[in-house]
């Protein structure tokens, strides 16, 4: 019974410690993934701001921002936990986190019809479909009674020159003319992102 334990006792500690070497892997990964972006996205600022330039300066940007974003979920979710229970067990909760991430997956989806499917591009086509549905004008009704007693400012004959639906020329005239990282739009991202 005593080398049956002492065997056990070795092969968990054994254990534990490639548990610590690997997390280190990953540690240094993550920061030397972090150190590269950072490095190519400084190389890119000191570079001549060409288009080209621009948008990779853009790519790396939206590339880092993700590393970091990846970092900061996972130390809130250990914050949160270490002052709900008092600990700082990065291992627990990185556990406890990957957990409850897992738990909050969509598994599968309810069709119109009732029919349950877990196959992924079903179950995006149902989700496209409910928001689509969701967020789609539905008829227009007739609101002239609420519009009579305003006086209107824009002539007839100019609102339907306004309310013409735009040609696909048009648009593909507007957006060749702009520039990928020139022109920003009502969100303040250039037309490359």
């Known amino acids: 019974m005593g080398v049956v334990f002492r065997d056990t ?29 950072t490095d190519k996205l400084a190389e890119l600022l000191d570079n001549v701001r060409d288009e080209e330039n621009m948008a990779e300066m853009i790519y790396m940007r939206i590339k880092l ?10 130390e809130q979710r ?8 008092g600990d700082k067990n990065t291992t627990f909760f990185h556990s406890t986190a990957t957990q ?7 598994h599968k989806l309810q069709n119109d019809e009732g ?10 086509g149902i989700a496209r479909s409910y928001f689509h549905n969701l967020f789609t004008a539905k008829e227009k009704g007739n609101y002239d009674y609420m519009l009579s007693g305003i ?40 037309i490359l992102y």
């Open 65 to 74: 921002n993700f590393e970091i974003e990846k970092e900061c979920y996972w």
């Open 151 to 190: 006086d209107r400012c824009v002539f007839e004959r100019d609102n339907l020159k306004l309310t013409v639906a735009y040609t696909s020329e048009e648009i593909r005239e507007v957006v060749f003319e702009m520039g990928a990282t020139k022109a920003a739009g009502e969100d303040s991202f250039p």
């Open 100 to 106: 409850r991430r897992r738990k909050n997956l969509i």
């Open 78 to 85: 250990m914050r949160l936990n270490w002052l709900k229970f």
């Open 9 to 37: 006792v070795t092969k968990v500690g054994e254990f534990e410690e490639r548990l610590s070497e690997w997390s280190r892997k990953i540690q240094m990964n993550r920061m030397r993934r972090r150190q590269v972006l």
């Open 115 to 124: 029919r349950d499917t877990e196959v992924l591009h079903e179950m995006e």
